[in-house]
């Protein structure tokens, strides 16, 4: 079982950049499907961005598609949202979410793929 903690969330004004760190404990994450979620207030909690095991293929929702990258560490047992050129409907929190997946090698897309979820880390976007 895996234990997931967000990091970097912040207040940025629109058009700046933001690295969210999702640090990983408990398990290995190299055989995990990783993805990023977001829920902005009053709205459901949507896909942002997924990679497959052992930094494999990555799929990014079309809302943050270019201007974000996932990435992760297996040294370090960690994961990353880098998003560029912020806007202010980009802010919501921020999840990290973890989906054990030993033999498949692609992405998942949907929240119940997901077993292993952190807190959240907030990202405020300002005008």
């Known amino acids: 079982q895996v234990q997931l903690v967000e990091s970097g969330g912040g207040l940025v004004q629109a058009g700046g950049s933001l690295r969210l760190s999702c640090a990983a404990s408990g398990d290995t994450i190299s055989t995990y499907i990783m993805g990023w979620f977001r829920q902005a207030p009053g709205k459901e909690r949507d896909f942002v961005a997924a990679?497959?095991?052992?930094?494999?293929?990555?799929y990014y929702a079309n809302t943050v598609k270019g201007r974000t990258t996932i990435s992760r560490d297996n040294a370090k047992n960690s994961v990353y949202l880098e998003m560029n050129s912020l806007k202010p409907e980009d802010t919501a929190d921020y999840y990290c979410a973890a989906a054990f997946s030993p033999l498949y090698s692609g992405y998942y897309l949907r929240e119940s793929e997901y077993a292993y979820w952190g807190q959240g880390t907030q990202v405020t976007v300002s005008s």
């Open positions: 990679q497959g095991r052992n930094a494999g293929s990555t």
